[in-house]
Structures are given as C-alpha cells and as structure tokens.
C-alpha cells in the first residue's frame, strides 16, 4: 500500500513514495477541520453541514490519536510530516507532537491564529528538537520562542519577529504579514542590525529568505555597513566563523545564502 487517505471534511491523510512496502515512510499527515466546523470542548468536532463522506466515520481526537499509535507501530521507520489547520485544539496538537516527536516526527506545519502565549510555548517546546516547523501566528504576536530552536528549516508567517531568535536555524523563511507586503523603514533598520550582528557573530544559520517587496533605499540601508564586496544586486561578506555569504534580492524577496562546501 503506497498509499492511504481518509477524506471527510475532518481529513487524515498518508502518502508513502513508490517503494518496496517494508520500506515505506509515512509522508504526509493532516489533521484539517472544514471552515464551519467546531469543537464542542469534548474532543470531539461537530461538523454544520451534512457530508456523505463522514457517514459512520469518528471525527474526534481519541480516534485519530489510536490511528496513529497504530500507524507509527506498523510501518519501519515512519517519517511523519504532520499539518494542523483550521479548529485543531491547541492542546491536541501539542499531545501529537510529543507522540511522534521520538525520532519518527520530522515536520509541523500549525496555525496559531487563535492561539494563546501558553500554547505558543507548548508547541514549540514540543517542536524544538523537529527538523521542520512551519508556524502562522497571529495579529499582533509579540513573543519569543521559550526555549533556543536548533531547526534545520523555519518558515514563519504572520507579524514580524525578532530575527536573533532563530539564529541557529539552518534555513529561515520569512512571509511577513505587513501592509501591501512591503517592508517599512523600522524592519530595514532592525535588519541591517541583525546582519552586522550575523557577521560578527558564529551561529548555525545559513540561508534566509524574507517574501516582501521594498524599495531600494530600503535594501541599502539593509545592506549599509555589511558587505565586503558589492555587485549589481547582490553583497558578500565573511563571517566570524570563515563562512562566506551573499545577501541578494528581487522585486519580491530579500535573502541571504551561505557557501558551507568547505
């Protein structure tokens, strides 16, 4: 079986890659609720709209849970990918992750939009030994992670927050949630502070990349102060721990690569 799907409007889904069944690796895991349905505070989520799909079919949390105990207990080595959207409580989620997260756990990708600063700190206790985590916070969100994130990839959506604490991350990408998607001149300050810092600094980051559009006087001052050399649309600098990096940019992205072949 390469692959298995359980589709309601409460969906689980399984992907295995194309390979001999004793070595098959779970995929990809969602645990999505439909727009119009909520929970009732009983683990269970009570769906508005009537959907031949859900006949005899559980949508609460003590059935999903079983069903992954049982999953990860069947298949060789399971890598799990695991997405929580829409009305998934917060504390479910946390329960899931410190499930999975043995080894077998490899991604999580949460919305936080109605989510408290406990739950924020749950979550990424329970995620900071991932190798992915994918977070949307939401309006307004001012905290910093409770515990140092060591992620080999961090993507982050939603206000915009302080780059100093995802400094030993690998790999960091930015979808700030600002007006027109265009950074304002307060951001650019603090980023050519965090750049400066970077480069006098030894830490696990290597590439960042931030979706957004901004003007050039922007970019410069972003830029003012780090680079060695200077091209046409790109900078270079060398680090504190010899690692070379150029920061470059498009009309809508800003980022920064680092060559770690040595």
């Known amino acids: 079986m390469h692959l298995c799907r359980i589709e309601c409007y409460h969906e689980i889904l399984f992907n295995f890659p194309l390979v001999p069944f004793f070595k098959c690796e779970i995929g990809l895991c969602n645990f999505r609720l439909h727009e119009k349905s909520y929970s009732n505070g009983k683990q269970k989520y009570i769906l508005e709209e009537y959907s031949v799909h859900i006949q005899n079919t559980k949508c609460d949390e003590p059935t999903i849970r079983n069903f992954i105990e049982r999953v990860v207990q069947v298949f060789h080595k399971p890598k799990i990918v695991v997405r929580c959207f829409g009305l998934v409580r917060c504390e479910f989620v946390v329960e899931m992750i410190r499930l999975l997260n043995n080894g077998m ?15 924020y700190n749950a979550v990424f206790n329970e995620a900071a030994k991932l190798k992915k985590f994918s977070v949307q916070f939401p309006p307004k969100f001012r905290f910093s992670p409770p515990t140092p994130l060591k992620l080999d990839e961090l993507t982050v959506s939603g ?10 991350c690998k790999t960091v990408n930015i979808f700030p949630d600002i007006k027109e998607n265009k950074l304002k001149w307060n951001i650019a300050v603090n980023l050519n502070k965090f750049f400066k810092r970077l480069k006098g600094s030894e830490c696990r980051i290597e590439n960042i990349c931030i979706k957004a559009k901004m003007e050039d006087k922007f970019r410069l001052r972003i830029i003012k102060g780090v680079g060695d050399t200077f091209e046409e649309f790109n900078v270079n600098f060398l680090r504190k721990d010899r690692k070379k990096s150029m920061i470059w940019w498009t009309e809508k992205e800003f980022c920064m ?4 072949s040595d």
Do not use: A, G, I, N
Not at 159 to 168: A, E, G, I, N, S
């Open 257 to 260: 690569e680092t060559d770690v």
């Open 105 to 119: 756990l490899q991604e999580v990708m949460y919305s936080m939009t109605d989510s408290s600063k406990e739950c």
């Open 159 to 168: 206000p915009w927050l302080k780059m100093d604490d995802f400094m030993d």
